[in-house]
């Protein structure tokens, strides 16, 4: 057995035990992820075989949970959102080499140094739910990244796509959701406007604290 496949059973394992411990998962999973980042270029194919093999794990050590599912995966998830910010934060991933990758142009560049100079590092950024959005150059906390990746590793994400359509629409419900999920800020630029209703008049109550192109920064937390 080679040495990616030996670290890819112990991830699955060790999630799958400490589920089974039910004590602080979300830190449990934090450690066990960051732990298994750590030493290695943070590329996106390593990210994905890390977060592949944790959740693989967290499903099997769910079976256990009988009743506390939903929150077992709420900590799971939150646990290996903070494991990802702080590896990026560790190895000091520049904006400006990010950019070439040729995913993101300038004007996406420049947002992104922006929500950097803007924003808390643990600060939660609302955004379209996509693989490609500049909040994702920033190391800042995400309601929803791309359901399909979501999905493929066995969870649902079909619930929280549509309480993010309804805050951007500012539905019956919007205020009260980003109440509970604790949103901080929320971003509108062109994916967000060919994915989704928004309601400006909405948003309008909240401040613009970051514009470049295309792109707003709304501030939502309140001090």
Known sequence: ???????????????????RQGENLRGAVRDLTLKALQGREL?????????????????????SARGRTEQVFADALAGMDDALRKAAQASHIAVSRLSESGDFDRSEMKFAAQILERTAPQALVLHAPTFNTPVFLTGRRSLLGYPGWIWSRGLEAGQREADIKQIYAGGRDATSLIERYRVDYLVVGPTE???????????????????????????????
């Open 1 to 19: 057995m080679g040495i990616a496949a030996t670290t890819e059973e112990w991830l699955k394992t060790t999630a799958a035990e400490s589920v």
């Open 43 to 63: 590329t996106v194919a390593r990210i994905e075989s890390v977060l592949q093999s944790v959740t693989q794990g967290i499903n099997a050590g769910s079976e």
């Open 193 to 223: 406007r060919a994915a989704m209703a928004i309601n400006d008049a909405f948003l309008s109550r909240y401040p613009v604290v970051g514009q470049t192109g295309e792109y707003r920064l709304y501030k939502i937390a309140q001090p």
